[in-house]
């Protein structure tokens, strides 16, 4: 066994047999790095301990024997082939309990070695945030600005911050460039969520199952707002572009479960949602519960800001 094996081996025991993952990094070496515990031996070698909530867990597929991990707070998808892992991840996604992975890098997958659901005095997440946002409404209120000119768009593009602390995500970034745009310019903004189906993530071996940014309208048309990935504001198909491989037109749908329940029809979908949302949570509770959020929750916006340099 290769001296690295034996190393991420001793590691992996240690682990395992620890109820405290700092005393499990004091042990073995590894280093905490903004909230996640860190060891990297090399580019192509390196462990890693994320702490996460899971949206869900797919089973292999017929004739595979990896099952899929969907992250819910970075998007990323994690995968394993221990069965036992795939369990806890299946409760823990269930019950809304968070968990720590222990995650081994390579350049072809990120596999969970070992997953410890983190205790909470709190229980199982609520399904409700209502009672931390300023109102929620039927579906239908909301009223979206439009803009008068494509030069309008281009100055907002260019007045959105980009200096994000490293390991910001997309929903991070896209809440706070909505809200400053709406406390600052009076901007009612919409956030555009792209949905990576089963079907392009098995065929392309693709590792994220959503992104999501904002996007206004001039004169009635969509542009996207993703300074991060684009350069300016784009219409919706040319931003689907810039993720998709092949350019496929990405459904849009009205409902969560026409994404959830669909994902072997299509390779994309897009929902569009008002500024307030967060993250897909967000929108499968409140399209189950038939109403829509209007009004920013506070805690949301703040972990948002927090991102920021």
């Known amino acids: 066994m290769k001296v690295s094996n034996i190393y991420t081996h001793l590691c992996n025991i240690i682990v395992r047999n620890s109820k405290n993952w700092s005393v499990a990094a004091a042990l073995t070496g590894l280093s905490f790095v903004f909230g996640q515990v860190v060891w990297a031996q090399s580019a192509g070698d390196q462990l890693l301990v994320v702490e996460t909530?899971?949206?869900?867990?797919?089973?292999?597929?017929?004739?595979?024997?990896?099952?899929?991990?969907?992250?819910?707070?970075?998007?990323?998808?994690?995968?394993?082939?221990?069965?036992?892992?795939?369990?806890?991840?299946?409760?823990?996604?269930?019950?809304?309990?968070?968990?720590?992975?222990?995650?081994q890098v390579s350049s072809e997958m990120m596999e969970v070695v070992t997953i410890r659901v983190i205790e909470t005095t709190d229980g199982p997440v609520s399904q409700s945030k209502a009672g931390n946002r300023d109102d929620v409404s039927a579906v239908g209120s909301y009223q979206p600005t439009d803009l008068k000119s494509i030069e309008e768009a281009n100055q907002l593009f260019d007045s959105l911050p980009l200096?994000?602390?490293?390991?910001?995500?997309?929903?991070?970034?896209?809440?706070?460039?909505?809200?400053?745009?709406?406390?600052?310019?009076?901007?009612?903004?919409m956030k555009a969520f792209l949905f990576f189906t089963r079907k392009f993530i098995n065929e392309y071996h693709y590792k994220w199952w959503f992104h999501v940014t904002p996007f206004v309208y001039v004169n009635g048309v969509e542009y996207t707002l993703d300074p991060t990935f684009t350069d300016k504001p784009l219409q919706m198909q040319d931003w689907t572009n810039d993720f998709m491989i092949g350019n496929p037109v990405c459904p849009e749908i009205a409902k969560y479960s026409d994404y959830s329940n669909h994902e072997f029809d299509q390779y994309c979908y897009l929902r569009k949602v008002p500024m307030y949302y967060y993250q897909p949570a967000d929108i499968e509770r409140e399209d189950n519960a038939g109403t829509q959020l209007q009004g920013f929750n506070r805690s949301d916006v703040n972990a948002a800001l927090s991102k920021k340099k």
């Open 53 to 103: 909530k899971l949206a869900k867990v797919y089973a292999p597929e017929s004739g595979a024997q990896t099952y899929h991990l969907y992250a819910e707070v970075d998007g990323r998808i994690y995968e394993t082939q221990d069965s036992s892992v795939a369990a806890t991840a299946r409760q823990a996604a269930q019950f809304g309990q968070p968990v720590e992975l222990m995650v």
């Open 163 to 189: 200096a994000f602390k490293w390991h910001s995500q997309c929903y991070q970034r896209a809440m706070t460039w909505t809200y400053e745009m709406y406390t600052y310019r009076g901007i009612n903004s």
